[in-house]
């Protein structure tokens, strides 16, 4: 299952962005049977929910990893997932979604 998640970089850290619309990065995870890793991380192009649609067209997610408080139904008309999360560390909340660390 691919997974898209806005986040922020905190030194070595990816931290789950506050808001889906505005972040400046967009973390690809691959969550398999027990497991997750990390396949890419792209810079936002831009701002605002065309930047999200932009990110969620072209990685094509089963997933977004978003912030709990997070609108989502943008994400819902392009058919993809929504997970909402509390958890501020990316790892932690794709350990929701069932994924462990490798």
């Given at each position: 299952?691919?997974?898209?998640?806005?986040?922020?970089?905190?030194n070595?850290?990816?931290?789950?962005?506050?808001?889906?619309?505005?972040?400046?990065?967009?973390?690809?995870?691959?969550?398999?049977?027990?497991?997750?890793?990390?396949?890419?991380?792209?810079?936002?192009?831009?701002?605002?929910?065309?930047?999200?649609?932009?990110a969620?067209?072209?990685?094509?997610?089963?997933?977004?990893?978003?912030?709990?408080?997070?609108?989502?139904?943008?994400?819902?008309?392009?058919?993809?997932?929504?997970?909402?999360?509390?958890?501020?560390?990316?790892?932690?909340?794709?350990?929701?979604?069932?994924g462990?660390?490798?």
């Amino acid at each position: 299952m691919k997974v898209l998640v806005p986040a922020v970089r905190v030194n070595d850290s990816l931290l789950l962005a506050p808001s889906a619309d505005v972040c400046p990065l967009y973390a690809v995870y691959e969550l398999e049977k027990g497991g997750f890793k990390l396949v890419k991380v792209v810079a936002s192009r831009g701002s605002g929910s065309s930047a999200l649609r932009e990110a969620v067209e072209s990685e094509r997610p089963d997933i977004v990893i978003v912030p709990e408080a997070a609108e989502v139904r943008e994400l819902e008309m392009l058919g993809v997932g929504v997970c909402r999360s509390r958890e501020l560390e990316v790892e932690k909340a794709l350990r929701e979604l069932g994924g462990t660390p490798p």
